[in-house]
């Protein structure tokens, strides 16, 4: 059994910066890529980042320049560095680890962002 735990949302002001983390524990065979999505009341779920087992990086345009996803492998945990909040940015964000044949999801961890 795999387990994903976000930690980190909140409430911020506009320009201001939130990190947040996703612990992985359980039975992982393999990791091709950890991702954060994030979904906004009435919107889809959409990816916002991604970094796969070589490192390589992923970002959504709107996310380019102000996030940064990076991980820990000893601690298998994911971060997701937001610097320059806007308002828009208000969501539930979720981790997902893509182990190949299986996917995991976090319960997800709310940011809003003030104007």
């Known amino acids: 059994q795999v387990q994903l735990v976000e930690s980190g949302g909140g409430l911020v002001q506009a320009g201001g910066s939130l990190r947040l983390s996703c612990a992985a524990s359980?039975?992982?065979?393999?990791?091709?890529?950890m991702q954060w999505y994030r979904q906004a009341p009435g919107k889809e779920r959409g990816l916002v980042a991604q970094i796969t087992s070589g490192g390589s990086t992923y970002y959504a345009d709107s996310v380019k320049g102000r996030f940064t996803i990076s991980t820990d492998n000893a601690k298998k945990t994911v971060y997701l560095q937001m610097n320059s909040l806007k308002p828009e940015d208000t969501a539930v964000y979720y981790c997902?680890?893509?182990?190949?044949?299986?996917?995991?999801w976090g319960q997800g961890t709310q940011v809003t962002v003030s104007s």
């Open positions: 997902y680890l893509n182990g190949g044949f299986r996917g995991y």
């Open positions: 359980g039975s992982i065979f393999s990791i091709v890529a």
